[in-house]
């Protein structure tokens, strides 16, 4: 009995599969570039989705809930960068002094911490929006702004409090790679992977694992239900109501649009944390599933992260009319202003034909005068 216990080959998951290790092997080689592409793109644009939803005629429950989501991933994203362009562009797989540094394997540790938490407040927003949403529909009532605001920061300190555990338990240690004459250094081995893990590792692994993970994707796939069972039941109400007013019309498709963009974003959280989920209770009732199945897709996980923190701007610019709206005055107005320094250097350092110079001033002013009006109008619709 204890010989089929200690030999892996007799436990599930105690092999590693070829396959998936050459597949991982060959992702590991493109990861690097993927992860600066999209993140370069998702702190772009998430910046952009700030910008547009605090403006002062787009300032709702909502948007407040969704700008808080977009500086999240703008945090998560951010740490992301220098991880990955030196643990994957400059440094290959092979454990070195120059991988595992004291230096870098520091920032490690606050990498894994900073990006667990930040995308952790992330989901637990989209809970929080998930959940305004259907009170609203069902009682067609919204907390004020500063309420709502209030309780977006109270998110970030709960999550810091759950991660606490997992806080103290981070640690560098000093370590040594047979064939190598220096040391390298490493982070010490949490409750997963580890044979003996500590009573303070399985209480972080558990309190992430079930109010970080768990938790929230039980509630966002409820309230995502009852969501679509709303979306259900005022598409049936919509059919009958032939005779109403075009703006009682309008207002209820304005809100159905809403309902389904923020239900298309809360999809997108489950499709990227089910599956984490699933693999982190395997990685808790299989000894060798961490070791053996978790690294290797842990790449792979990381860019479905990555790829959800980017893509809202997608979804508001597809989904949003006021949102491109919003996005195509701003536009407009940075346009006018580059127009109107050039016009300002231009007069300064250059004598040009007078016709051209009133046809380009005339061109200006209705470009600035159509920017405005635009704003003016969007800020009183």
């Not at 810091?160 to 806080?167: G, K, Q, S, T």
């Not at 600035?368 to 003016?376: F, G, H, I, P, Q």
Request: charged share 15%; aromatic share 12%; hydrophobic share 45%.
């Amino acid at each position: 009995m204890s010989s089929n216990i200690s030999d892996p080959s007799k436990e599930p998951f105690g092999v590693v599969n070829a396959n998936l290790e050459k597949f991982a092997h060959w992702y590991w080689h493109i990861h690097g570039y993927l992860s600066l592409i999209i993140c370069t793109f998702g702190i772009f644009t998430n910046i952009l989705n700030v910008t547009v939803l605090t403006r002062k005629s787009m300032r709702t429950a909502i948007n407040c809930i969704l700008c808080a989501i977009a500086i999240s991933d703008i945090v998560t994203m951010s740490s992301y960068i220098p991880y990955a362009v030196h643990f994957y562009l400059i440094c290959d797989l092979t454990p070195s002094p120059e991988r595992y540094s004291y230096g870098w394997t520091t920032f490690l540790a606050i990498h894994g911490n900073v990006t667990t938490t930040s995308h952790c407040i992330s989901i637990w927003l989209a809970v929080f929006m998930a959940v305004m949403r259907y009170v609203y529909l069902q009682t067609k009532r919204c907390p004020s702004i500063k309420v709502t605001c209030a309780l977006i920061c109270v998110i970030p300190a709960f999550v810091a409090l759950i991660m606490m555990p997992n806080y103290l338990i981070t640690d560098v240690y000093e370590a040594s790679v047979p064939g190598l004459n220096a040391s390298i250094y490493r982070l010490n081995e949490y409750a997963l992977g580890n044979n003996n893990p500590t009573t303070r590792a399985l209480v972080a692994f558990w309190l992430y694992a079930i109010v970080g993970k768990l938790l929230p994707c039980t509630l966002i796939s409820i309230f995502m239900g009852l969501l679509l069972k709303k979306l259900h039941e005022s598409a049936k109400r919509q059919k009958r109501l032939f005779n109403a007013s075009d703006h009682a019309q309008k207002k209820k498709k304005r809100h159905k649009c809403t309902t389904t963009m923020l239900l298309v974003i809360i999809v997108m959280y489950m499709i990227t944390e089910l599956p984490q989920s699933f693999i982190i209770l395997m990685s808790a009732s299989y000894q060798y599933f961490f070791r053996n199945v978790y690294f290797l897709l842990a790449d792979i996980l990381d860019m479905a992260a990555l790829i959800n923190n980017a893509i809202n701007f997608v979804l508001y610019c597809t989904m949003s009319q006021q949102f491109r709206d919003h996005l195509y005055d701003l536009s407009g107005a940075l346009l006018c202003r580059t127009q109107r320094a050039k016009r300002k250097r231009f007069a300064n350092n250059v004598h040009y034909d007078t016709v051209n110079a009133s046809a380009n001033q005339s061109h200006l002013d209705h470009l600035c005068v159509t920017t405005a009006t635009s704003e003016k109008s969007l800020s009183h619709g």
